[in-house]
């Protein structure tokens, strides 16, 4: 899925419905969303989020954070419980590897007191991750 949104226009502009099991149905173009294109009225919304992969950190907590840009712009938290399932899916990853990768999630848009968005990775949320040289 996150191959045909990073290369296909179509696919992403689709009125095809796709079903998740216990969200419903969704309609492609409205369901899943650029990092570059997220506005303020998908905040709180469940939905397909992803993009390019600018920047990666690990804070003082130990969560994961990809970030796609500057301030303004998204970040996903990779929660600490889901790490091991990322080492499973893709090996050992360097933070420099995942510069340049893109990242898709499904789950929850939401912001913080400071305005920034950001979505969290966690034991019942779903991604998908594609490195630079896949």
Known sequence: ML???IV???FRESIQTIVLPKHGEHIVRDFFQN?????????????????LVDDARIDSQGTLWFNSGRRENVSVAFDT???????????????????????LVIGTLKVTQFNKKYITIDKTHHYALRLPNE
Do not use: A, F, H
């Not at 570059?36 to 989020?49: A, F, M, P």
């Not at 990853?93 to 510069?99: C, G, N, S, V």
């Open 35 to 51: 990092y570059t294109e997220i506005t303020k009225q998908q905040i709180n919304l469940y939905g397909g989020y992803w993009g």
């Open 3 to 5: 191959k045909r949104l």
């Open 81 to 103: 419980i889901k790490l091991p399932s990322l080492y499973e899916d893709y090996g050992y990853i360097d933070l420099e590897d995942l510069l340049g990768s893109y990242l």
């Open 8 to 10: 296909t226009v179509s």
